[in-house]
């Protein structure tokens, strides 16, 4: 067999998406699990990122996929196979890692053979796909340079054209841009994803870097704690977090702490601590006396007369601060005791500034506004 090696293969599919973790476990000490029941699953060519902060088990996922863990329970399927029957050199999973990894006393060329190698394949096929991996990444001019002899950036791409040069199915990268400035780091978040759906490879990637995750991700898991908090496309996660824990990780969010007050529908309203009230949408509240967190997004707070006029509720506000930013107001206000409330306005003509110590009204859609958990 000199076909690039992997038992993968489509014949081998079932109607079931092409990784699945189902109720998988981690433990690495017998007792406390890293991991908690986790359901996942990734359609084939699908570009999705597990974000969360540090500890919450994302390597630890990646790991288990790839092979180098085990599951302490559950399963772990690739193309409809468990894979605990498929040895891991025979998964056809490309892998790219923070730390370049490459082979110190190889050439940039013979970095990129290794795995094709391994897979028998003849000189001149080899030599054709390198060309094309280093095509991919820019890098056609440097096959005879060592990894000492090159850049960060330029080992990391080597790195990824490692990972993608025997075409495999599946990538999986732990935050591999970790190390590199943000304006490189940039351009390969734009290479990595361009590259990945160009070539149809489905992707579990790591970071985080909830920005690179908004950006690069079909979808996003959003990890805390060895639980998947939230899964969902970038624009449903920062639009419609399901917890205080997703609103706070993803982007910036007021937090109002306060009651439910009345609740019927998709509609409730919440008592703050200061005894005003305000609209909001309840996502984890179903009943009045429930302790609430509602946070609401910067830019979507409202100040002018004009458009608060025809709300239901508004609250007072002291302005504190005003920064201005170039594209954007950023507005510090006192909101219910609280002084760390901010409010974004878009640069525009018309746009007022405001100024310390102004007191104005402000509102929202009760769309904007979340009623979240309060633990
Ligand atoms: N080999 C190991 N042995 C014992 N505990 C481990 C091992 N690897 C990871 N852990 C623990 O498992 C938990 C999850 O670790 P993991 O590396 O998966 O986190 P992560 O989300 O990748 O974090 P980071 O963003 O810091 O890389 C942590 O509490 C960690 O200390
Ligand atoms: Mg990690």
Redesign the pocket.
């Known amino acids: 067999m000199n076909e690039i090696a992997t038992d993968i293969r489509p014949e081998a599919a079932t109607d079931e998406p092409f990784v699945v973790f189902d109720r998988v476990q981690k433990s690495?000490?017998g007792e406390t699990l890293?991991v908690k029941d986790l359901n996942l699953a990734v359609p084939r060519g699908e570009f999705l990122t597990m974000l969360?902060?540090?500890?919450?088990?994302?390597?630890?996922?990646l790991m288990m996929l790839a092979g180098f863990e085990t599951a302490t329970h559950g399963e772990i399927r690739l193309a409809g196979r468990s894979i605990n029957d498929i040895p891991p050199h025979r998964r056809g999973i490309g892998m790219v890692f923070q730390n370049y990894a490459l082979f110190p006393h190889m050439t940039v060329g013979e970095n990129l053979a290794f795995p094709l190698e391994v897979r028998s394949m003849g000189r001149s096929e080899r030599e054709e796909k390198i060309r094309r991996a280093l095509g991919m990444v820019q890098m056609e001019d440097f096959a005879d340079r060592r990894p000492a002899q090159l850049s960060g950036g330029q080992q990391q791409r080597i790195a990824l054209a490692r990972a993608l040069v025997f075409e495999p199915e599946l990538v999986l990268m732990d935050?591999p841009l970790g190390a590199l400035d943000k304006q490189l780091r940039e351009t390969l978040q734009f290479e990595i994803t361009n590259l990945a759906h160009q070539l149809g490879i489905t992707t579990v990637y790591?970071t985080?870097d909830q920005t690179e995750a908004l950006t690069m991700s079909d979808r996003v898991a959003v990890?805390n704690d060895?639980v998947i908090q939230q899964l969902a496309p970038p624009d449903e996660l920062y639009e419609r977090p399901q917890n205080s824990f997703v609103a706070q990780f993803i982007g910036e969010n007021n937090k109002l702490p306060g009651t439910v007050e009345t609740i019927a529908g998709d509609a409730c309203t919440v008592r703050l601590e200061d005894g005003s009230v305000i609209d909001a949408t309840p996502v984890n509240v179903s009943e009045p006396g429930e302790a609430t967190l509602v946070s609401v997004r910067p830019e979507r707070v409202e100040f002018k007369p004009e458009v608060t006029a025809g709300m239901e509720h508004t609250v007072e506000a002291e302005v504190l601060e005003f920064v201005y930013m170039g594209d954007t107001y950023r507005t510090r206000l006192r909101v219910a005791g609280d002084e760390g409330f901010v409010m974004k306005c878009r640069n525009s003509l018309d746009q007022e500034r405001l100024s310390p110590g102004m007191r104005i009204r402000i509102g929202w859609d009760p769309r904007d506004a979340r009623a979240l958990d309060r633990v």
């Open positions: 690495y000490d890293v969360g902060p540090s500890g919450s088990g994302k390597t630890t996922c935050e790591v985080h990890f060895g």
